[in-house]
């Protein structure tokens, strides 16, 4: 039986620079399962601590330090939702440096997060979703070629309600249309696992379309199967969509989906495991207020006999 030669672990010292553990604090993020591009949007972030820094040692890191980092990154006017990312992100590393004999303790403990306040869910009223179907369901002039596909991808975020980064790591043989089935891979979503996400039969006719339909090929391709980019597909929503009237965030659908199977009737645990939620809270704050759903509960309180 082959032997497995497994690296040996690097020497680290606290004389060695943050910037010098990257690397590690990488790798580790990444071996406990952290998507890669949450794990490289905290890497950039640390990096950008450290520009502001200077070069420092884990034993320069001090609550502090790491305080008067935060006055800097408000006074640079940034949203409280980006300090507190931010701040995030030194708590983060220095859970891993304590761990890593690195830092006695976490210093970052010791300063408070901003407060941010819970943006209301903004689903497409019935009116949006008329005219955003109105927008999408003729080809227009121009992108005749990228119309379908345009199509499908706003689509599958409205019917399915998956997350962008899922719409652009989907494949085909995800895709059951025979059974109407979606299966979302795990490295695409915040839920922890995969998930199947039933085909309501709109889409499958949307889908049934496709003229390539290979395994290997992405659903939202650039043409030849390869996929495309979130950014890429950001633009479907920042410009395709715009030009044609119609102005919404691509989560604006998942929102929808989640609150159109909500006045439908839908429990909260079935809309939790459609989105790949792990706390029913997150479900919570998807769904927008429904009228209809809240006064049909209040006509069943009845008081006298």
């Known amino acids: 039986m082959a032997v497995i030669a497994f690296p040996r672990p690097v020497s680290r010292t606290r004389a060695q620079t943050m910037r010098t553990h990257i690397p590690s604090w990488r790798t580790a993020r990444l071996a406990d399962g952290r998507r890669p591009r949450g794990v490289a949007s905290y890497v950039a972030k640390l990096e950008q601590f450290l520009e502001w820094s200077g070069e420092i040692t884990p034993n320069d890191l001090t609550a502090d330090l790491i305080a008067r980092y935060k006055i800097a990154l408000h006074e640079r006017n940034l949203a409280m939702g980006t300090v507190r990312h931010c701040l995030t992100v030194l708590r983060a590393f220095c859970d891993w440096g304590v761990a890593q004999g690195l830092l006695d303790s976490n210093p970052a ?55 962008i980064a899922e719409i652009a790591e989907l494949k085909w043989g995800d895709v059951d249309l025979a059974r109407g089935e979606i299966i979302v891979r795990k490295k695409g979503g915040k839920g922890g696992k995969s998930r199947v996400v039933p085909i309501c039969d709109e889409l499958l006719a949307e889908l049934r379309l496709a003229k390539h339909q290979r395994v290997g090929d992405a659903v939202v391709d650039q043409g030849d199967g390869t996929a495309l980019s979130v950014k890429s597909l950001g633009h479907i929503y920042e410009r ?26 839908e429990d909260l645990a079935t809309i939790q495991r459609l989105l790949g939620h792990r706390d029913p809270k997150t479900t919570m704050r998807y769904l927008g207020a429904s009228a209809p759903k809240e006064r049909a509960a209040v006509q069943k309180l009845k008081f006298r006999k």
Not at 131 to 159: C, F
Request: hydrophobic share 40%; with cysteine.
């Open 240 to 265: 395709w969509l715009r030009r044609r009237g119609i102005v919404l965030h691509s989560h604006q659908l998942r929102k929808t989906f989640a609150t159109e199977l909500y006045i439908a009737g």
């Open 109 to 163: 403990l010791a300063v408070g997060h901003p407060h941010v306040e819970e943006s209301d869910p903004d689903p497409l009223t019935r009116a949006k979703i008329d005219a955003l179907l109105a927008a999408i369901d003729e080809p227009p002039q121009s992108h005749k070629l990228t119309w379908r596909r345009n199509r499908r991808a706003v689509m599958l975020g409205l019917y399915c309600g998956l997350r």
